[in-house]
């Protein structure tokens, strides 16, 4: 299974900056598709950004204040977040699935807005 480590996370005051970061390894079969999910305290799981054969999705949320990358050379992809609001507060997860369609999460980086 594709193993997925993730970085970045932390506490950060409203309006400010983060960029995470999730390096994949023991892959086998190509990746596909790349993306981070955000659970906030007491909710689910959402999709926050994904990117899938050079084409992105974000949640309404956080259109013109994140940003997804991807660098294939290093099977990495990053999650850049601007304009940071309070209730962007949560664990991020990073997310990959191959191209038989098994998916693999990482362990989640804490993101935490607050003044």
């Known amino acids: 299974q594709v193993q997925l480590v993730e970085s970045g996370g932390g506490l950060v005051q409203p309006g400010g900056s983060l960029r995470l970061s999730c390096a994949a390894s023991?892959?086998?079969?190509?990746?596909?598709?790349m993306g981070w999910y955000r659970q906030a305290p007491g909710k689910e799981r959402d999709l926050v950004a994904l990117?899938?054969?050079?084409?992105?999705n974000y949640a309404d949320s956080v259109k013109g204040r994140f940003t997804i990358s991807r660098d294939n050379t290093k099977n990495t992809v990053y999650l850049q977040l601007n304009s940071l609001k309070p209730e962007d507060t949560g664990v991020y997860y990073c997310?990959?699935?191959?191209?038989?369609?098994?998916?693999?999460w990482g362990q989640g980086t804490q993101v935490t807005i607050s003044s």
């Open positions: 997310y990959c699935q191959d191209l038989r369609g098994f998916g693999s």
């Open positions: 023991r892959i086998i079969f190509p990746i596909n598709a």
């Open positions: 990117t899938r054969g050079g084409i992105t």
